[in-house]
């Protein structure tokens, strides 16, 4: 979020508030033109960075995007497919072809249940937000063990910091693995404790996460953390 | 909306009965994000009004029937609860509910980019807990505020607004007494930033010179309002700098 700011205009703006003249500059994402002015579409932060204007949103859906490492869980499952709830408008459909295992005609249920969470990647979205996703791929597979927590998307990247040295971090201090799906969702898994170490600490990022002191909050709760037997 | 002629609204000193200025709003507070569950939220109260709004969205439009291939469609419940008024009111659906949905639906698309979402559905459900008059104008400013709280990009906020007509006299945001005994009412929802009206109802008869000063209130009120709901938006959030 604070790379490529210019640091020049940092004010929150609501929508229909007018952030400047259209005169030279671009209408970047969250604004639009109106009469020659650019108008906020959205809650949140004015950024102007290369002549282009645009509202970083506080608050915002997820809009699935082709590529997007996402968490979902399976929803509804037919014959030969899974949709999986991707905390998006619309399900995923996850194709028994684009499945990372062998699945005969009618025994989809077999290896993934409504309910179960698992890792996967956006395939494909078409232009009436019809989202295909895919398990084929590296690290893509069925999430058995562990725990998913949801964050709102706008604080993602605070929660993994500039070159994921937040994320880092938190791996460091919990010892757990940590994946972090663009889709607002975050699958942790280690022992207890650093599982309910790491829930607490994203449960600060969803109170705090949009802070200019959001990092000396983290560093205070990263104090807070004891190992088994540490005590 | 005839007016009942004997009951005495305005004071002899040209304050109304609870001393307020002709052009003189209620006292208006305003606070989002208050419902956990919900996407977005707000909470208005207005004099005695309590208007609590949830956006959830936006979400694959069910029934399919309801879909529209290029855009989202605004679903509003418009409900005022049994223990809000005097009387209780029978729970559920009804004609008045359903006309307010209605109107307040209707408004509230002019103004969200309903384009950006095709086939979704962005559900707004307003619930009265007290009501005093000017319910539905609570309601569109709770919804609204809702609405950007939810991250739901919009062109402008709507404030609902309204004026009437008590004693032959033109004022500012009606209470209950005003409601019931008055000549007239004449509710808005107002774009603050351009100026524009999403929607206007009126009940009782005004002069186009009451009109043009009941509209005059509103926007000024419009704009006061507007304040408060751009402050609770900013309160929700504060601290923040990115």
């Not at chain 1, 650019?38 to 949140?44: N, R, V």
């Not at chain 1, 969470?117 to 895919?134: F, I, P």
Request: hydrophobic share 40%.
């Amino acid at each position: 979020m604070s790379q490529g700011r210019s640091g020049a205009e940092q004010r929150l703006v609501t929508p229909g508030m007018a952030i400047g003249p259209l005169t030279g500059m671009r209408v970047g994402s969250g604004a639009i033109s109106h009469n020659n002015e650019i108008i906020a579409t959205k809650l949140g932060w004015v950024r102007e960075f290369n002549g282009t204007i645009s509202v970083d949103p506080i608050t915002s859906p997820y809009l699935p995007r082709s590529g997007d490492l996402i968490i979902g869980t399976v929803a509804e499952v037919r014959n030969n497919l899974w949709f999986m709830n991707i905390n998006g408008s619309f399900q995923g459909l996850l194709p028994m072809s684009l499945a990372p295992w062998k699945v005969e005609f009618g025994h989809a249920r077999q290896h993934m249940d409504i309910g179960d969470s698992a890792l996967a990647r956006v395939q494909e979205v078409d232009e009436c937000h019809n989202v295909v996703l895919t398990m084929k791929g590296v690290g893509l597979r069925r999430l058995s063990q562990g725990a998913v927590v949801e964050v709102p998307i706008n604080h993602l990247d605070r929660i993994r910091g500039e070159n994921n040295t937040n994320l880092d971090r938190l791996k460091d201090v919990s010892d757990c693995r940590i994946i972090v799906g663009e889709n607002g969702r975050v699958w942790i898994d280690g022992d207890d404790d650093g599982i309910s170490w790491t829930r607490q600490a994203l449960e600060i990022a969803k109170q705090h996460g949009h802070k200019a002191d959001f990092a000396s909050i983290l560093n205070k709760h990263e104090k807070t953390f004891t190992k088994k037997g540490d005590a | 909306m005839g007016g009942y002629g004997d009951i005495q609204l305005l004071r002899d000193d040209g304050l109304r009965l609870d001393g307020r200025k002709l052009d003189e709003s209620r006292p208006v507070t305003i606070q989002a994000g208050i419902l956990p569950a919900a996407d977005g939220s707000a909470m208005v109260t207005q004099g005695l009004n309590v208007a609590v709004a949830a956006v959830y969205g936006p979400m694959e439009a069910h029934p399919r029937k309801i879909q529209r291939q290029d855009r989202a469609v605004i679903d509003v419940r418009y409900n005022m609860a049994p223990f809000s008024t005097s009387d209780r009111i029978r729970p559920g659906f009804n004609r008045r509910s359903r006309e307010i949905s209605k109107v307040t639906a209707e408004a509230l698309e002019s103004v969200v980019l309903v384009e950006r979402f095709p086939r979704s559905k962005i559900r707004v459900e307003i619930e009265i807990l007290a009501a005093e008059a000017g319910t539905r104008c609570a309601g569109i400013t709770a919804a609204s505020v809702a609405l950007a709280d939810a991250g739901i990009p919009m062109r402008d906020m709507i404030v609902g607004v309204a004026s009437g007509k008590i004693e032959d006299t033109v004022v500012l945001d009606l209470d209950k007494a005003e409601d019931n005994y008055g000549q007239a009412d004449l509710p808005a929802g107002i774009l603050p930033n351009t100026g524009e009206i999403a929607f206007l109802q009126m009940d009782g008869d005004l002069s186009p010179e009451e009109f043009d000063l009941a509209m005059e209130y509103n926007f000024k009120a419009a704009r006061e309002i507007h304040e408060i709901m751009v402050e609770a938006l900013k309160a929700r959030y504060d601290g923040g700098d990115n």
